[in-house]
């Protein structure tokens, strides 16, 4: 597609984008109050992940969302100077809510009825930030949530604001949810309608729309293998998270949830499951994070969904396991153009953890530390697998008009991306390739892996060759074409370069030592980043890089990971993780 036709569509876009948040303002402020409740009939049960910690600080005056941190501690919520749009999101969808339910003691009930007046005050006519179907959609949930904690003590005349922002608020959302971002934004839409449905008398037929729109939404957003467009694990998580409050809500009220949504997260459940490591957090890979501490396995949990996609790739990825080791791999295409706007140059990399300490990862997603952090995290070298000639596997759109409005889209990636994987007793292999520097350099990137069966050695072997008279007339012009490996480690793991140069050590928090090894190479340990969203600042790390060059149309490393000597036991964990 031609770049004038891009700009384009591009224009045409921000154009419409503009419209629409026209009349998302003038439905908001025309929203009125219709069949204003007097009290919660049913209270749904509190799904969404409160911390207490985070509670604690908001307290405080300690205010932590975004990525971003501001201390004003005799200060409302509602008065702080916000510094992104992303940090306006959260505190308008009432995410703090959670936190200070987390705390449950009179001074976090006494503060969140105080905010919960507050933007009632200042935003409840339908100004403000805060008035999309899907901010909308995520207060109205949180609310009704916590019912009973924001409602306790508190006067009937204030009781009374409360419900009539509530219908306000519900009438505007079932004028505007079919208008909202297909996917999730417009599944936070309908699941406050939903749970407005469960909790007051009289809502039955918009609790019957919202659950058919909803399992409509679930079956468009995830599909039979339980695998979403933009292969982002976090982001399949949070889609599981949010199908399954509304899934178990309806239950507990008696009601029977829409087959789709059902189907939705019996295929998503086994998928997810595949994508944890040892440590029960998610995998990390294109735009997605670990997520919250205990939110995958709580989610599974509710769920009650069981399954396994053992053997068999899921969203992508392929998972081997021996012992108390797990290996996760990127052996699919990245995301396609029209969804790559965060997805990652990251085809052939894996993420490992031993017993439940991360060990070999990625740098992460940067999106929380500003755009820049977000463009280097995305590039091939943030991985642990293989850069040819400096440049990534797969090219990522500069800053212009047209990513601007789209963002920074993947545009040339690898077009054929294969796997073959066998397994015996005396272990697991894992043979794939692509071809995402073919064009370039007339080279197919093949990476083997093999899993000893008990957990003790995961061996690789990289290659890069010319397999075709076309190709190597390509690779003929890039003559000792420098290539390296990239293995970026954990921040809780010590690594320490012997003194030959040969080998690293590495030890685990659990005093665990494990030693890299390569042949074909230079074994090098640099500074490198783990790009953690719960954390404020990138977290400083080390990464093993191992440089090698291109000889006669070709080139060859291999590489082990050997664990040396088990660690201590670790501590009894006082929970069970799902199947």
């Keep these: 597609m031609s770049t004038l036709l891009w700009k384009l569509r591009a224009a045409a876009a921000r154009l419409d984008r503009a419209n629409s948040a026209m009349w998302n303002r003038i439905r908001a402020r025309r929203a009125i109050a219709r069949k204003v409740p007097d009290k919660f009939t049913h209270y749904p049960e509190a799904r969404t992940t409160g911390s207490f910690e985070a509670g604690e600080r908001l307290k405080a005056g300690d205010f932590v969302y975004a990525g971003e941190e501001i201390h004003a501690p005799t200060r409302s919520i509602w008065s702080i100077d916000s510094p992104a749009p992303e940090f306006t999101a959260e505190i308008h969808g009432f995410h703090w809510l959670d936190d200070l339910a987390a705390v449950g003691d009179k001074a976090a009930r006494e503060l969140a009825q105080a905010w919960v007046l507050d933007w009632i005050k200042l935003y409840g006519n339908g100004k403000g930030p805060g008035w999309t179907a899907a901010l909308t959609g995520r207060r109205v949930m949180r609310i009704c949530s916590h019912g009973r904690f924001l409602l306790g003590n508190l006067d009937s005349r204030a009781q009374g604001f409360v419900f009539h922002s509530l219908a306000r608020q519900l009438n505007y959302l079932g004028k505007s949810w079919k208008r909202e971002t297909a996917g999730r934004p417009r599944m936070e839409a309908l699941t406050g309608l939903l749970y407005a449905g469960v909790s007051f008398r009289g809502r039955e037929k918009s609790l019957a729309m919202a659950g058919r729109a909803l399992g409509a939404e679930a079956a468009q957003s995830i599909d039979e293998t339980g695998a979403i467009p933009t292969r982002n694990p976090e982001e399949l998580m ?85 012992a108390r080791l797990t290996v996760l791999v990127d052996c699919a295409r990245p995301p396609a153009f029209a969804v790559s706007q965060h997805g990652h140059a990251s085809t052939l990399a894996f993420e490992m953890s031993s017993s439940r300490y991360p060990m070999v990862v990625n740098c992460g997603a940067g999106r929380a530390f500003g755009a820049e952090w977000e463009h280097v995290s995305r590039a091939t070298g943030a991985h642990n697998t293989v850069v040819v000639g400096g ?45 995402g520097y073919a064009v370039r350099f007339g080279l197919i990137h093949q990476r083997r892996l093999y899993l000893s069966p008990d957990g003790k050695e995961l061996r690789g072997q990289d290659s890069l060759q010319a397999r075709t008279d076309a190709q190597k007339v390509r690779a003929a012009k890039h003559a000792a074409l420098p290539f390296e490996a990239h293995f970026h480690l954990h921040p809780d793991v010590r690594a320490s370069l012997a003194e030959d140069g040969k080998s690293v050590a590495l030890q685990l928090p659990n005093k665990e030592i494990w030693v890299f090894r390569q042949e074909g190479g230079e074994i090098g340990l640099e500074t490198s980043v783990y790009l953690d969203q719960w954390r404020l600042k990138p977290r400083a790390t080390k990464q093993i890089v191992v440089t090698s060059a291109i000889v006669e149309y070709g080139g060859q490393i291999t590489w082990i990971f050997k664990r040396v000597k088990d660690g201590e036991r670790a501590p009894v964990i006082d929970r069970v993780l799902p199947d």
Excluded: C
Aim: aromatic share 6%.
């Design 238 to 322: 949070e889609l599981f998270a949010l199908l399954t409050w509304a899934y178990r809500t309806l239950e507990d009220a008696g009601q029977t949830a829409d087959q789709r949504l059902v189907t939705a997260l019996q295929n998503a459940a086994p998928t997810l499951r595949a994508l944890r490591l040892g440590d029960g957090t998610l995998t990390r890979f294109h735009g997605g994070g670990r997520g919250r501490e205990g939110q995958l396995d709580q989610a599974l949990s509710d769920s009650r969904m069981r399954g396994s996609r053992a053997g068999n790739l899921a969203m992508g990825y392929d998972r081997m396991t021996a």
């Design 391 to 435: 440049v990534s596997s797969s090219i990522i759109d500069k800053p212009g008009f047209v990513s601007r409005t789209f963002g920074e889209r993947l545009l040339k990636t690898p077009q054929q991306v294969t796997r073959k994987r066998t397994a015996d007793r005396q272990g697991s292999w894992l043979l794939t390739d692509h071809d």
